[in-house]
């Protein structure tokens, strides 16, 4: 994705920016998740359209490619089929990064949890690949923080929360975000156990070194099974500890 693209209404995705040295380190360790703007986008404005409008541009070209897996492939078209899920973890987590950088709830609470509804159409689709784990931290982390109203790693307040919780999740969403994590728990668990096939980020066994590449796979697959047990660990803390209330940011007590 370039990152100086110019979209229609003056909205401009930005080069990344750095953020202050102490939280640089402890994020990028957490997910990669960029670091927001300080202020959300205004609702109704140019700027929050034009992210809209990106973002839903973004996500289309996402589904177009994943349809066009199943057809024919047609060396004239522009846009062609995914190969791998790696691909669509570069796609998916290029639109994630936007959605963190605007920091406006409004846009990041429906289009994160469209993007994980669509992780588990996709993981099925395709081997298995340590490279889902890489998109699912990014949303583990963004699900924890807007559930929390901060920054589940720095304890930074997020951009959009300065008045409170209110701009947080509804208990709708909350729910909808409790089904999706636990499917994507329990399906991520059948995908990383099944043969990946030559050339999908494992050991190839095959050759003359067959012990020590054995050796290898083995201490790899050990590492998976760590990323899968730690698959949405921190939304699912701050998830039980809401529901269990009953509390649900978008939704007053009267």
């Known amino acids: 994705m370039d990152n100086n693209t110019n979209e229609p209404g003056g909205f401009i995705i930005p080069s990344l920016p750095s953020p202050a040295p102490s939280n640089a380190s402890t994020s990028s360790t957490a997910s990669n998740l960029p670091h927001p703007r ?3 986008l205004r609702a109704g404005s140019a700027k929050e359209e034009a992210a809209r409008r990106y973002v839903e541009g973004r996500l289309l070209h996402v589904s177009r490619r994943y ?4 057809q024919p492939h047609q060396e004239s078209e522009e846009v062609h089929g995914y190969v791998s899920m790696g691909d669509v973890v570069k796609d998916l987590g290029d639109v994630v990064d936007v959605l963190w950088l605007s920091g406006t709830p409004s846009l990041q609470i429906p289009y994160l949890l469209n993007i994980a ?3 588990t159409t996709y993981l099925s689709a395709f081997p298995p690949s340590p490279a889902t784990f890489q998109l699912l931290r990014k949303l583990d982390h963004a699900f924890s923080s807007l559930l929390k109203g901060e920054d589940s790693v720095t304890g930074e307040i997020l951009p959009g929360f300065e008045g ?3 701009a947080g ?3 709708t969403d909350m ?3 409790k089904s999706l994590v636990e499917s994507t728990r329990v399906l991520i668990v059948d995908v990383m156990s ?3 096939g030559p050339g999908n980020g ?3 066994e095959s050759g003359a070194e067959t012990d020590s590449m054995s050796m290898s796979a083995d201490d790899e697959n050990e590492g998976h099974e760590m990323e899968v047990a730690k698959v949405y660990e921190r939304t699912i803390v701050e998830l039980e500890g809401l529901l269990d209330s009953g509390t649900g940011f978008g939704v007053t007590s009267s």
């Open 38 to 40: 300080a202020h959300a």
């Open 67 to 70: 349809t066009k897996k199943f």
């Open 117 to 119: 509804l669509s992780v």
């Open 164 to 166: 409170g919780r209110k």
């Open 169 to 171: 999740m509804s208990k």
């Open 175 to 177: 729910v909808r975000c």
């Open 194 to 196: 099944k043969d990946p």
């Open 202 to 204: 494992y050991p190839d």
